[in-house]
């Protein structure tokens, strides 16, 4: 993701700027979790994609609503995290003990909240009620998709249908709508805002697919949190879905024993991914993915070429490229 | 509450009938925890003194901007109370079990969530800049109050100005939102809308002083919650801090045994009921809220007499009368 880094360099500065001058609070164990999971080194990849979505449609870079929009959309995936981690029981994460292993979950549940009325916030000061809207609309999508995944965990029968609809929400709808608001912070051109809503609709669905199947063939540093995570938490993902739906009456058996009792052994995670590969469920995994990301790339079709649509093409190509 | 009740009782029906469509998903226990929830009988006092704030200011009862704010604060609201029984592990609340102790705590963290971002997504419906300014901030001060709140847990040496600050946070901070942006959806006249936002914030402080002496006065029908519960969590408030600083050595230690280190034996509860009351712990809570509600009252000096005035005032006193 070069191209892209270095194209949204300053802003990103401002944003890391902002954010912690926003985390700041009266309490200082607030700044101290805040901090802790801010600076753990994520990619920030969905305020990079709401700072070049304004960009591309030539966003005044000398104005700073950008700015604003961009760490709002970071501070909701912040919030996201850490009531993910509680939900989910997450011991690591990038690297880094979780917050709510660290502090607990009562504390982390509530820094959730402050952190994602501090979004608020900062989104108000964008001054666009349409951002606003389109905002605090993909958080409704979220949670649905949050709470659609839990109801759907430990159940190897869900559906190829039910999980895109789960990763939808959980990851495409904030790609989607950070890149929409960028857009509409720059511009009132419904083909031009609706061509990156899609863009980032189809590369976050993209870039779930693959992190979903690193977990089933990463090694632990190289993905931050310990890999099988998913397979121990019983939650079900595509390479899951094919094997189950293409196994054996035995293989059902084994998907039951350790997917829905949670039942495993030692070497449960090892006979999970030969399944998985017998019937290509990382491969497959893959090529929807890539399908996705190639939708990404298309959706910037009428745009003319140029650098910043060059990066966004760069930024698809790196969501797939992760799993080699 | 019966005057400001029925002068607000149409908008009232439109609130609960907008909450009700908002609720709606297309997951089905969404709908089915967001509704067992919000039907629990609330007072909707939050949203009778948005209303009410607006109707003072002459607010075009035409309109609907003040349903959509009413419905948005008490969103809120009930968000906040989801996130809060998990923190406290309650089982109780409204005389009903805690969704929490129904359906366990990751889906309440998540529904949380889900209901504080459809208030997001009302609030924007309100096209108020300044309502949602006034609202995101409310959101991050309770959120600020709750984890002071949490930190102060099991420290009877809390202040009782750290005190008046948890409770300013967790429940003034709404209050007095609800009542500015009801006036500010009214009128851009500053002085009057201040008068609202003040006469919210001391309103609120009442409340809570209320609220937190009932927990060692009230029969468990009465306060919906198990009596005690605050102090088998081991939460100070001004009852156990006057009674903390009036103490002898002893009775010391009999707060640091039961508060700070939840050792509680079985007539612990009556025990500390008893030192309260030897140090007037709940007459003086009860004069300091009667003092705040009395500056709730005052703020409304500035409006001509009319009906939704001595609404407002009712309310005032409604709010200290549950003590006795």
Chains 1, 2 share one sequence.
Not at 30 to 47: D, H, M, N, Q
Not at 99 to 104: I, L, P, S, T
Not at 105 to 131: C, H, P, R, W, Y
Not at 180 to 196: D, V
């Amino acid at each position: 993701m070069k191209k892209i880094t270095s194209l949204s360099q300053d802003k990103i500065l401002q944003v890391n700027k902002l954010i912690l001058e926003r985390i700041h609070s009266k309490l200082p164990l607030i700044s101290e979790i805040a901090k802790y999971i801010l600076s753990a080194g994520g990619k920030r990849l969905r305020p990079i994609l709401a700072l070049s979505s304004a960009k591309l449609l030539n966003y005044n870079q000398s104005s700073n609503q950008d700015v604003y929009l961009a760490s709002a959309v970071e501070l909701i995936h912040t919030a996201t995290l850490l009531h993910d981690d509680v939900v989910d029981n997450s011991i690591k994460r990038r690297n880094k003990k979780t917050a709510n292993e660290v502090w607990g979950n009562q504390i982390t549940i509530l820094v959730g909240d402050f952190l994602f009325s501090q979004a608020f916030e900062l989104m108000v000061k964008t001054n666009s009620l349409k951002v606003l809207q389109t905002l605090s609309n993909a958080s409704s999508k979220i949670s649905e998709g949050e709470i659609n995944q839990l109801q759907c965990k430990n159940n190897p029968e869900t559906t190829t249908e039910e999980y895109l609809d789960i990763i939808t929400g959980k990851t495409a709808e904030l790609f989607s709508a950070a890149c929409k608001s960028g857009a509409l912070i720059a511009s009132n051109n419904t083909n031009q805002i609706k061509a990156l809503e899609i863009y980032g609709k189809q590369l976050g669905i993209a870039f779930q697919l693959v992190d979903d199947a690193l977990d089933y063939i990463s090694e632990t540093p190289k993905l931050g949190k310990s890999v099988g995570d998913d397979f121990k938490d019983g939650k079900v993902s595509l390479p899951i879905i094919i094997s189950w739906k293409r196994g054996t009456k035995d293989e059902k058996k084994f998907w039951t024993r350790v997917i829905s009792n949670l039942d495993q052994n030692e070497n449960d995670f090892n006979k999970a991914k030969e399944l998985i590969n017998k019937y290509d469920g990382i491969v497959e995994t893959y090529a929807i993915a890539k399908s996705y990301s190639q939708n990404a790339v298309d959706a910037l079709s009428i745009f003319e070429s140029c650098e910043v649509k060059d990066g966004l093409i760069e930024v698809a190509d790196y969501t797939i490229s992760r799993i080699n």
